[in-house]
């Protein structure tokens, strides 16, 4: 079993289409593009938002959902003016995810410096989405072009460092009404999506996957993983909603990690979590 055939068929390179729900919402004589990609339901989960070890959220999503993710992350590098709205937070979760009750519990924003929205604002256009009838956008993820594209431009990365492009462009995250808002500067999207795709389509291989499965004790380590962003912007303030610029990206995928598991993970409704918190020590029992 390779990997990468798994992701985006037998070669890599080949150009495919991912559909959204494009929706014009119009709020105080301004428009906003919202774009939701079809197919999303239980394939991300945002996890361990502002955990005190790893000072980041992580978001994990499965095979399919890493198609839909990159994806997102093309479109922006394209437009913007897009604003991504990853609908996911009444999704069931794997239950080895669950550990955090707070996982699995937020939906993400990704937007550009152009794009981008207060928290006071994006609850108003949520609530007129409900009212909204959505056109169905087809976006193609062409990797060579990108690449073309792209790659150029994201050269100035190795002279200009990420924080002060993130600084400048006043590059931000924060969690509003059961939302997490990530905001980039538009060469954020690009570089990642080209390393997105090489990674996670390109280099993993099954001995990666094999060394994720702990044999002795029947249990499995995410050790697929990337950053989008670590500490990529100075803040003046740091709080519980609006914590360090950091995000990253976890492969986590229950059919494939049960191919070796004897105790087979599953999908769980909100009722059925794991309460045993291991990473955050507001719920840890330390004793004396």
């Known amino acids: 079993m390779n990997t990468c055939k798994l992701i985006n068929g037998n070669d890599t390179t080949e150009p495919f289409k991912i559909k959204f729900k494009r929706y014009k919402i119009c709020l105080q004589n301004k428009e906003y593009y919202i774009f939701i990609p079809e197919g999303i339901k239980s394939t991300m989960w945002a996890c361990d938002f502002n955990d005190w070890w790893y000072n980041g959220c992580f ?72 009212k909204s009838t959505p056109t169905c956008y087809k976006f193609k993820y062409d990797i060579n072009r990108m690449r073309k594209l792209f790659e150029p431009k994201v050269k100035i990365l190795e002279s200009i460092s990420v924080n002060k492009i993130c600084n400048k462009a006043r590059a931000d995250n924060f969690i509003f009404s059961n939302t997490i808002f990530y905001i980039y500067p538009i060469i954020m999207y690009q570089e990642n999506v080209l390393s997105f795709h090489s990674y996670f389509f390109e280099e993993i291989n099954d001995a990666d996957i094999a060394n994720c499965y702990m044999e002795d004790t029947d ?19 740091f709080t519980d909603e609006s914590p360090y610029l950091t995000l990253y990206l976890e492969l986590y995928d229950v059919n494939l990690v049960n191919k070796y598991l004897k105790s087979k993970d599953k999908l769980i409704s909100s009722n059925e979590r794991n309460t045993d918190y291991f990473r955050n020590e507001r719920y840890m029992v330390i004793k004396a």
């Open 59 to 130: 978001l994990d999503f499965n095979l399919k959902g890493a198609k839909i993710l990159n994806a997102c992350f093309a479109l922006l590098s394209f437009n913007p003016h897009a604003i991504i709205y990853l609908d996911i937070r009444d999704d069931p979760i794997p239950k080895y995810l669950s550990h955090n009750p707070k996982n699995g519990r937020s939906d993400i924003l990704f937007m550009t410096e152009q794009s981008r929205v207060k928290g006071s604002t994006w609850v108003k256009i949520r609530n007129k989405l409900k």
């Open 219 to 237: 249990s499995w380590v995410c050790n697929i993983w990337t950053s989008f962003s670590y500490n990529a912007r100075d803040k003046a303030n």
